[in-house]
């Protein structure tokens, strides 16, 4: 039996935000057939969201999980675990990070590599993304960002897990023109941030949508080790 409770870690310094959220919906809930994707993030995820929906169309039903949580929250497994029961899914983007900038980095990365160990333990088989964090418009918080994102690459590249991207192409937009804050994207990038999801989640839930797989970037089940979706 898989119990969250053996993932968590030992000792932890987290400290809750002032304001801790959570958001999660079920799209076509009732719907069993149809195959379905779990999207796991934070508000970037919440926004990006719709853009996936809207780009799986009727061949995939989202469901998504928004948090404020960061991983090294003694929560963040429990609430984790309800989402993973709730459905079968056929992919899963996992991404974790932008309210991890105080953290300690070892907790934080301890902490990580167990959910993702968590994840993968209690949906064996089922296709699993690591998705790298948007950058944000303070330099010293931005490479506290990058630090996290070259944790989670050195990490997949470990473990043979592929990654989406999100990091490269925010990062070469201009942040004034496409930022609403610190940390948030208008809707131009908003959509370019849910298409990556999309190209990554096609070929697996699907195919048909996918001219011609041996030239599709995103990558499939099979052939998912040591890939960057790009």
């Not at 209690?122 to 790298?132: H, M, V």
């Not at 023109?177 to 096609?202: S, Y």
Request: aromatic share 10%; net charge negative; proline share 5%.
């Amino acid at each position: 039996m898989i119990r969250y409770q053996d993932y968590a870690l030992l000792e932890t310094t987290h400290t809750p935000e002032n304001i801790e959220w959570s958001i999660s919906y079920s799209f076509n809930a009732r719907d069993t057939e149809t195959p379905r994707v779990l999207l796991i993030g934070d508000s970037i995820c919440n926004a990006y969201q719709s853009t996936v929906r809207e780009g799986l169309g009727k061949y995939a039903n989202v469901t998504f999980w928004a948090s404020s949580k960061c991983v090294t929250d003694p929560d963040y497994l429990r609430e984790l675990d309800y989402m993973l029961d709730s459905y079968w899914y056929d992919a899963i983007c996992f991404n974790n990070g932008l309210h991890s900038l105080t953290a300690s980095p070892d907790e934080w990365e301890e902490a990580y590599a167990n959910t993702v160990r968590f994840i993968s333990d209690k949906c064996k088989g089922i296709p699993l993304f690591l998705t790298l964090c948007t950058p944000v418009a303070d330099r010293d918080k931005n490479s506290i960002v990058m630090r996290i994102n070259e944790s989670i690459s050195a990490f997949a590249h470990k473990k043979g897990l592929p990654i989406i991207d999100l990091y490269t192409p925010m990062a070469a937009l201009n942040k004034r023109e496409n930022m609403n804050d610190t940390f948030h994207w208008k809707a131009p990038a908003v959509a370019m941030q849910g298409e990556r999801i999309c190209r990554a989640l096609k070929p697996i839930v699907a195919p048909e949508l996918v001219p011609d797989l041996e030239e599709e970037i995103a990558v499939s089940a099979e052939d998912a080790k040591d890939t960057v979706i790009e």
